[in-house]
T-cell receptor, first 115, second 114 residues
Framework: DAMVIQNPRYQVTQFGKPVTLSCSQT?????MYWYQQKSSQAPKLLFH???????NEADTPDNFQSRRPNTSFCFLDIRSPGLGDAAMYLC??????????????FGDGTRLSIL | DQQVKQNSPSLSVQEGRISILNCDYT??????FLWYKKYPAEGPTFLIS?????DKNEDGRFTVFLNKSAKHLSLHIVPSQPGDSAVYFC?????????????FGQGTTLQVKP
């Protein structure tokens, strides 16, 4: 009964070769998030979409882009992956934004390795 | 300053005993806290939350306590089971902007021994 689905689960790419990670949701949530998590660290937000409105975190490198063609899908594009971009990438959704809010629902992540 | 800290990277308890996972935060304006559980090779799964207007929230074997004056919360698991072995993250929604992003602690790895 997966609700937030990330593909692929494991991705290996070459240094500098563009890569796209995919996230889909069956929850019909308005908000979709992309987090980066490196070993033994807390997940760190890269950006999020509220409906079609894109919101980039100030410290997210320009190398990272995102697309949300419809409510269900969101993509993370890494234009020129460097060794430092090797990490777990987590997609999450929430119905809305609000400090009292609803918990975010996470996918199982994509583990990205850079050769 | 918005930080959430989990100062114990790991915890080991015996099956059937209580597990207590701790979390501290820096901003007294946080109004909502969440605990997530994460198994290896899976994404974080929401476990339990607490609003700042409460000091306790219970759901089955899981209870979260909030001490606002100390800026501290804890997750109690009673009784602990081997299937509870996972990484536990506490988190709070960012209040500085309307992003809804979660600010996570670094996580505590719980091992429950049979």
């Amino acid at each position: 009964d997966a609700m937030v689905i990330q593909n692929p689960r494991y991705q290996v790419t070459q240094f500098g070769k563009p890569v796209t990670l995919s996230c889909s949701q069956t929850l019909n949530h308005n908000v979709m998030y992309w987090y980066q998590q490196k070993s033994s660290q807390a997940p760190k937000l890269l950006f999020h979409y509220y409906d079609k409105d894109f919101n980039n975190e100030a410290d997210t490198p320009d190398n990272f882009q995102s697309r949300r063609p419809n409510t269900s899908f969101c993509f993370l594009d890494i234009r020129s992956p460097g060794l430092g971009d090797a990490a777990m990438y987590l997609c999450a959704t929430s119905r809305d934004i609000g400090s009292l809010g609803q918990p975010q629902h996470f996918g199982d992540g994509t583990r990205l390795s850079i050769l | 300053d918005q930080q959430v800290k989990q100062n114990s990277p790991s915890l080991s308890v015996q099956e059937g005993r209580i597990s207590i996972l701790n979390c501290d935060y820096t901003n007294s304006m946080f109004d909502y806290f969440l605990w997530y559980k994460k198994y290896p090779a899976e994404g974080p799964t929401f476990l339990i939350s607490i609003s700042s207007i409460k000091d306790k929230n219970e759901d089955g074997r899981f209870t979260v306590f909030l001490n606002k004056s100390a800026k501290h919360l804890s997750l109690h698991i009673v009784p602990s089971q081997p299937g509870d072995s996972a990484v536990y993250f506490c988190a709070a929604p960012d209040i500085s902007g309307n992003t809804g992003k979660l600010i996570f602690g670094q996580g505590t790895t719980l091992q429950v021994k049979p």
